[in-house]
């Protein structure tokens, strides 16, 4: 993954269901052609964050153990509304099954209670090694980089070599992120 859609996981059921924010921010770079006098995320990019973040609850629920997760189908993709500089896209992916090779998500992104994208996602998740003949050196490379971009999304596993995954929640007056114990979140 070259870039990252996502600034933080905000709460997350390894293998059953993930919750992660975007902040949309006038500096980033394709804002100026899309569009000059009406900023807005493209909503390829909306959907790329969704399937980023279905990822990272199939990474986890499996322990890192397949290095490759793409996106294999997008179907019932709706947009509802903008997504403009100085907003936040909520995305929430839920599992809806899986079998050895790829995984059924339901994802939606919302923009306070307004949804901005629904989609239903099938992702197919594979290593290298089992394609390329030295595709198993490429496979540890991939999860090295996979855990260190996790260690960014989720600050709660910076503490050790293995993920910890940690559930957030929003506190109600300031809306920042702080940890809460996974039981509470829920």
Do not use: C
Not at 72 to 80: E, P, T
Not at 164 to 181: D, I
């Amino acid at each position: 993954m070259r870039f990252s859609l996502l600034d933080r996981v905000v709460e997350i059921e390894p293998g059953r269901r993930i919750t992660a924010v975007k902040a949309v921010t006038l500096s980033e770079e394709y804002l100026a052609d899309h569009f000059p006098r009406f900023p807005v995320l493209p909503g390829v990019l909306m959907l790329e964050a969704m399937t980023q973040a279905a990822a990272w609850t199939i990474r986890l629920g499996e322990d890192f153990a397949h290095s490759i997760v793409v996106l294999r189908s997008a179907r019932n993709v709706k947009y509802g509304d903008f997504v403009e500089p100085g907003k936040t896209l909520t995305v929430t992916a839920e599992v809806l099954s899986q079998d050895e090779t790829t995984t059924k998500i339901k994802a939606s992104g919302k923009v306070g209670d307004r949804t901005s994208l629904t989609a239903r996602l099938e992702l197919e998740r594979y290593n290298l090694a089992d394609r390329l003949p030295h595709g198993a050196a490429l496979d540890a490379r991939v999860r090295a980089e996979m855990r260190r971009l996790w260690a960014v999304l989720n600050p709660a596993a910076r503490s050790g070599g293995r993920p910890q995954v940690v559930a957030y929640a929003a506190s109600v007056p300031t809306g920042s992120l702080e940890p809460v114990p996974a039981t509470l979140a829920r």
